[in-house]
């Protein structure tokens, strides 16, 4: 079954620093791999997505993610944050025909971007 | 930009009442999904649809009813809500003709049942 785990719960990170937000998939057919972010009292809006070619994705508010398939990764990135990127982020993967192809969710990582 | 609507965003209600949580999509797409978000954890799928007239259980077992009559409507509902429903319903939608299922999300309904 496709599954992801993000590893970090909380990133706190000050304004203008880079960040990595982790995520490791698991997957025995190929994968499609998303990241959402999630703003408060909001829904979920996609940030980008791994298809198939390149491994390095650029998304949208200056994020880019990079698809490692021998370490089963896809991070995400920004090279320098800001106080409105403050938000809740998901990474998903397509899941399986029996579940109508849903998409199933890490536990989030919440990112704390402070002056 | 995608358009998917959601009533009430929130909603507080007693034991035991009925409620029915609203989701409508003006993409046409046949695929429409129904999660739950409990906070700091992932979202569980609840319910999905194919299209008119298909309805199917997701992972995570839910008191909860769904029908799909409309392409663009979704309807979930509590026949008599209790205090374990409380949580935050997400609808989202996906075009079947993307087969990697990139999905538009509506904004939620905060549900809390007192």
């Known amino acids: 079954a496709q599954s992801v785990t993000q590893l970090d719960s909380q990133v706190p990170v000050f304004e203008e620093a880079p960040v990595e937000l982790r995520c490791n998939y698991s997957s025995s057919v190929s994968v499609y791999l998303f990241w959402y972010v999630q703003y408060p009292n909001q829904g979920l809006q996609l940030l980008l997505k791994?298809?198939?070619?390149?491994?390095l994705v650029k998304g949208i508010n200056g994020f880019e993610a990079e698809f490692n398939k021998s370490q089963t990764s896809f991070h995400l990135r920004k090279p320098s944050v800001h106080i409105s990127d403050t938000a809740e982020y998901f990474c998903a993967v397509s899941g399986a025909i029996n579940s109508g192809y849903a998409l199933n969710f890490g536990k989030g990582t919440s990112l704390l971007v402070t002056p | 930009e995608a358009d998917i609507y959601q009533t009430p965003r929130y909603l507080v209600i007693g034991t035991g009442k009925k409620i029915t949580l609203e989701c409508s999509q003006t993409?046409?797409?046949?695929?429409m999904y129904w999660y739950q978000q409990d906070p700091g954890m992932e979202l569980h799928l609840i319910h999905y649809?194919?299209?008119?007239?298909?309805?199917e259980k997701g992972d995570l077992s839910s008191e909860s009813t769904v029908s799909r009559i409309r392409t663009e409507h979704f309807p979930l509902t509590l026949e008599s809500a209790r205090p374990s429903h409380t949580s935050q319903y997400l609808c989202a939608s996906s075009d079947p003709a993307s087969h990697y299922n990139e999905q538009f999300f509506g904004p939620g309904t905060r549900l809390t049942v007192l």
């Open positions: 993409m046409g797409h046949d695929k």
């Open positions: 791994y298809l198939s070619g390149s491994t």
């Open positions: 649809s194919y299209g008119v007239n298909s309805t």
